[in-house]
């Protein structure tokens, strides 16, 4: 059979952005079961052989995508932190008040913390990291919790929020919230969006002033 001119000059390698695209695809799939199994089995029970063996790929595959398990730990911490930050960042850009816009932080990380990257920001332990990855962590919880402390803080300027100290309620919600990974089960009665709904309402209610609640 003879080969067309096309098939003869086609090129065996895939374009560039095509092999980063499998890459990423790859690294993705790697993380993924890795996080899968750290939930389930705790990062100190599982191995690198065993992510390989789950994915039916050799142990040293695994090393062309992450330099260890440690390695694979932190990515998956920032890859949760990163999913939870965009999607604050997409619910805070609307306007409203300070006890509304604390309400949609509260709704969105509530409904984050019942996914398994959500989880993984509370299930993953910074002290099993390096000290350079454990510093950006502890920078990143510091962020978020600036998020909530402002938030709180403008609800009071505001009005529509009573006057409270806004480092301790932003731990009293934080806590309440970062709880949320522990015990969720995703065959529990209610959706996450319904636990986002409930929690908004339960952790807020006793904050409300008396100025009106501007939504939007």
Not at 24 to 32: C, G, I, P, S
Not at 162 to 190: E, S, Y
């Amino acid at each position: 059979m003879t080969r067309s001119a096309a098939n003869e000059n086609a090129s065996p390698w895939l374009p560039a952005e095509d092999r980063e695209k499998a890459r990423d695809q790859k690294m993705e799939a790697v993380q993924d079961m890795a996080l899968t199994l750290f939930i389930e089995q705790g990062y100190h029970h599982v191995t690198m052989n065993e992510v390989a063996e789950r994915l039916n790929v050799t142990k040293p595959a695994l090393y062309n995508y992450f330099r260890s398990k440690e390695d694979i730990l932190y990515s998956c911490w920032m890859s949760g932190h990163e999913r939870l930050q965009q999607r604050i960042s997409a619910e805070l850009g609307a306007g409203g008040s300070g006890l509304s816009r604390l309400r949609r932080l509260v709704r969105v990380y509530a409904e984050t913390m019942t996914t398994t990257y959500g989880k993984s920001l509370v299930l993953l332990d910074e002290r099993d990291m390096d000290d350079m990855n454990r510093r950006t962590i502890l920078a990143r919880k510091r962020d978020l919790d600036g998020v909530f402390r402002a938030l709180i803080a403008e609800g009071v300027a505001d009005g529509s929020i009573r006057p409270t100290d806004p480092r301790m309620t932003a731990f009293a919600i934080a806590g309440a919230l970062n709880w949320i990974g522990h015990w969720h089960r995703a065959d529990g009665p209610m959706t996450p969006e319904e636990i986002g709904e409930d929690f908004a309402l339960r952790l807020t209610a006793g904050l409300e002033g008396k100025a009106p609640i501007v939504s939007e």
